[in-house]
């Protein structure tokens, strides 16, 4: 089966444009996308215990650990896959502790790296902006870029929008020195596995009826 392992800085643009892919059809019913952060935000209602030790990790703009959080990722991944899914990673290995343990838990499998590009600025401007649904998990703006229908209120499931904690500047900064300590040496140790397919994306162009083209990543999942 295929693994696709998407990376990239904080609001590098990964929900978005693999929930613009899911629209179009190309992210169809073969393939599901298992969003890391959003699987251990979801622990404070599955595992409330678990939450406690994942919210001071994730509050303080760090890393949750390797053990918690290859558990709950494999275990999706087997889940999925004895459904027939080929699985797309959002978030996930972000080090190389995590890549190696995919790689070794998952031999018999393609794995496909597709690595997000954005400049530090933008994340700091993007992440000023961004609102979150704690409900459904989905993303808005408060600019013109994504803005809800009505304003503080989700498209989806109607959830009173909010800012995640782990947006706040200091925070996005700590996030950032993160993935260049811990997120890039991944991506680079990956790039020299012989079975890793990789991709380096351009930002996609924003059509005027504000669908987005991004034929790069179209292809990639269409291989
Ligand atoms: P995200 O929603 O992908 O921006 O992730 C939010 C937070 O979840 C991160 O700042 C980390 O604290 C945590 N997190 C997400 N993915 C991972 C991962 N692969 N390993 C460890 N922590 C993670």
């Given at each position: 089966?295929?693994?696709?392992?998407?990376?990239?800085?904080?609001?590098a643009?990964?929900?978005?444009?693999l929930e613009?892919?899911?629209?179009?059809?190309?992210?169809?019913?073969?393939?599901?996308?298992?969003?890391?952060?959003?699987?251990?935000?979801?622990?404070?209602?599955?595992?409330?215990e678990?939450?406690?030790?994942?919210?001071?990790?994730?509050?303080?703009?760090?890393?949750v650990?390797?053990?918690?959080?290859?558990?709950?990722?494999?275990?999706?991944?087997?889940?999925?896959?004895?459904?027939?899914?080929?699985?797309?990673?959002?978030?996930?290995?972000?080090?190389?502790?995590?890549?190696?343990?995919?790689?070794?838990?998952?031999?018999?499998?393609?794995?496909?790296?597709?690595?997000?590009?954005?400049?530090?600025?933008?994340?700091?401007?993007?992440?000023s902006?961004?609102?979150?649904?704690?409900?459904?998990?989905?993303?808005?703006?408060?600019n013109d870029?994504?803005?809800?229908?009505?304003e503080?209120?989700?498209?989806?499931?109607?959830?009173?929008?909010t800012?995640?904690?782990?947006?706040?500047?200091?925070v996005?900064?700590?996030?950032?020195l993160?993935?260049k300590?811990?997120?890039?040496?991944?991506?680079?140790?990956?790039?020299?596995?012989?079975?890793?397919?990789?991709?380096?994306?351009?930002?996609?162009?924003?059509?005027?009826?504000?669908?987005l083209?991004?034929?790069?990543?179209?292809?990639f999942?269409?291989?």
């Open positions: 089966m295929n693994i696709f392992v998407c990376l990239g800085k904080v609001a643009g990964k929900g978005t444009r613009a892919l899911k629209k179009k059809g190309v992210l169809n019913d073969r393939f599901v996308t298992i969003s890391v952060g959003q699987v251990l935000r979801n622990a404070e209602k599955d595992n409330p678990l939450y406690e030790k994942i919210k001071e990790s994730m509050e303080a703009g760090k890393l650990s390797n053990k918690i959080v290859c558990e709950l990722v494999f275990h999706k991944i087997n889940s999925y896959q004895k459904m027939g899914k080929d699985v797309v990673l959002d978030g996930f290995p972000r080090n190389k502790k995590q890549a190696k343990a995919l790689l070794e838990n998952f031999k018999d499998d393609k794995i496909r790296m597709i690595v997000f590009n954005i400049t530090d600025d933008e994340v700091i401007e993007r992440t902006h961004r609102l979150y649904c704690p409900v459904c998990g989905s993303t808005y703006t408060d870029l994504k803005p809800p229908k009505v503080g209120v989700c498209d989806k499931c109607s959830g009173v929008l800012r995640r904690d782990d947006d706040k500047q200091k996005v900064e700590d996030r950032l993160s993935y300590k811990e997120t890039k040496p991944a991506i680079d140790w990956l790039l020299k596995q012989p079975n890793v397919v990789s991709l380096f994306l351009p930002q996609p162009v924003t059509l005027a009826d504000g669908t083209k991004d034929p790069e990543l179209e292809y999942f269409n291989l």
